[in-house]
């Protein structure tokens, strides 16, 4: 697995196989579980392809009480567990561990209820993203949270890595359109169903609704998730502006934003990029810029014109070449169709690329885009960005191909020192693709040993044994034991009868 180092397989679970699938075949009937070395190939990675591992057995249930004994028998024999949604993590937050159960919730794939008075839909956690959106567009209403992976991603995954998207910019990520969750406890709890949050936009008490969305599975597993959605603006328009540099339209996605203008959405790609998504949708970009910038205005129709005319003239300020302004709905969603594609697009001119995930304040955008500039030189790599340039959520996709010997050793340390510029100006490792493995051993960038053991802490508290996801988010695998909660005097713990690690 490319270097990367893992928590060691427990050889007593290793051991025990045999006995951990006939068990789970109890907990879990029929076809729910696959222990079929070829069978598992198509669970060995999530999105993040360059990490692979079979799990110990794969375990798909249907019921909310079935969650509830697959981990409360793990947890009685000390057994990990890793869940896992649609598999379209890209930063290795649901690669299997050879000694874990891998907890695939993709069964879990029907809506609930659907309360338009309210404005919440509940659905269970497989549900696609893009499905919450089709089952409430008949009367007028979307989900908006939209990655570019919408049509495959699942809610529960969603919640788990806090994903944006191309209209996050203005309506939020995940954190901020979930209203409630339910979800099972492993540790302490062992196997009991708890709720939080509920029909309504904030509760009392500490926000442990916070805490859940974007923890990547190291705390709970998700059975349930209450979504806000919201009426179609009335209107939507978009413009297509192209730039000589990227620099330019860096400059201009901050001039729209010191304008007191909060787009609908703002996404920027550059040339490799604008090139890979013309050939591959033919949204009719214009391929002799150097960048392009998708602005799109919602609302009032009134408003969206003169929205329009401020957001052309300040393209025009910075220089742009090309400003074409969509006419109609179906002109609006091809400007969209290249960027929602850029990802498959770019997989057409390169054998492999590299998707990195960080985030910025948008004053820095020129200087982040030379700086990676110089480092595509410095590694030999080239690389074609995509990214919401609203909010400083870079996409950069590393190209490289894994068949020449070195290459991804050169691809990943070219992502690292990507993220170290990230936050050297100010910005942060992951805007929604989460840590997972990818990111795991950059933390100590970004967070102290101080910040570093508090956000253990919270770990600890859910998950004392580790067995939920472990190997993931932090760079150091260790136990709660380490961080000073147990007290040794004269050479013994407290009550050492208790079982111990």
């Known amino acids: 697995m490319s270097g990367l180092v893992m928590p060691k397989p427990d050889d007593a679970t290793m051991r025990r196989r045999a006995e951990i699938v006939a068990d789970m075949r109890i907990i ?6 696959v222990d079929a070395t070829n069978e598992m190939r198509a669970f060995e990675s999530d999105g993040l392809t360059a990490y692979r591992q079979l799990p110990l057995v794969v375990v798909l249930p249907e019921t909310v009480a079935q969650v509830s004994r697959v981990l409360k028998y793990c947890n009685d024999r000390n057994i990990r567990v890793v869940p896992r949604g649609s598999g379209t993590s890209l930063s290795g937050g649901a690669l299997p561990l050879e000694d874990a159960v891998l907890l695939v919730m993709s069964r879990f794939n029907r809506i609930l209820a659907i309360d338009y008075p309210d404005r919440i839909v509940v ?9 919450i959106t089709i089952a409430v567009e008949q ?14 991603c699942s809610i529960g995954g969603n919640v788990a890595e806090n994903s944006g998207g191309v209209h996050c910019l203005k309506y939020g990520l995940t954190a901020n359109n979930v209203l409630g969750i339910e979800m099972v406890l492993m540790n302490g709890m062992n196997g009991e169903v708890v709720r939080l949050g509920g029909n309504h936009l904030d509760s009392e ?34 413009l297509l502006i192209g730039f000589p540099t990227s620099e330019q339209g860096g400059q201009c996605v901050a001039d729209i934003i010191g304008a007191g203008i909060i787009p609908g959405g703002m996404e920027m790609m550059d040339r490799p990029a604008i090139h890979a998504a013309e050939d591959f949708v033919h949204a009719g970009y214009p391929l002799d810029v150097e960048a392009l910038l998708i602005v799109e ?22 220089g742009s070449t090309t400003c074409r302004i969509s006419q109609s709905e179906q002109e609006r969603l091809s400007f969209w169709a290249g960027r929602k594609a850029a990802f498959p697009a770019v997989g057409r001119i390169s054998p492999d690329y590299y998707c990195m995930d960080g985030t910025i304040p948008r004053k820095e955008l020129p200087r982040v885009l030379a700086g990676m500039r110089e480092l595509s030189g410095k590694y030999g790599l080239g690389v074609a960005n995509v990214f919401h340039a609203g909010d400083g959520n870079l996409h950069p996709l590393i190209l490289y191909d894994a068949n020449v010997p070195g290459e991804l050793d050169k691809a990943e340390s070219f992502g690292a020192d990507i993220l170290r510029l990230c936050v050297k100006v100010g910005g942060v490792l992951t805007g929604e693709h989460g840590v997972g493995v990818e990111k795991r ?36 695998l260790r136990r709660c034991a380490e961080l000073g909660r147990m007290h040794v005097h004269r050479g013994q713990v407290a009550f050492p009868d208790i079982p111990r690690f």
């Not at 956690?125 to 893009?130: K, Q, R, S, W, Y």
């Not at 967070?447 to 770990?459: A, C, G, H, T």
């Open 139 to 152: 009367e007028g209403f979307y989900y908006a949270p939209d990655p570019s992976s919408q049509i495959a």
């Open 297 to 318: 205005l919602d609302g009032p129709g009134v408003e969206v014109d003169h929205l329009i005319g401020l957001v052309e003239a300040i393209a025009y300020r910075n």
């Open 28 to 33: 879990v009937p029929g076809e729910g579980v």
């Open 205 to 238: 008490g500490y926000d442990l609704l916070g805490v859940m969305t974007g923890s990547e599975g190291l705390l709970g597993v998700v059975t349930e998730v209450t979504v806000r959605i919201l009426k179609k603006p009335e209107t939507a328009r978009a």
């Open 123 to 131: 659905a269970q956690p497989g549900v696609t993203n893009l499905g």
């Open 441 to 476: 051993d950059l933390m100590p960038e970004m967070f102290d040993q101080i910040d570093l053991d508090q956000q253990m802490r919270v770990k600890c508290a859910f998950d004392p044994n580790h067995l939920l996801n472990p190997g993931k988010v932090f760079p150091q």
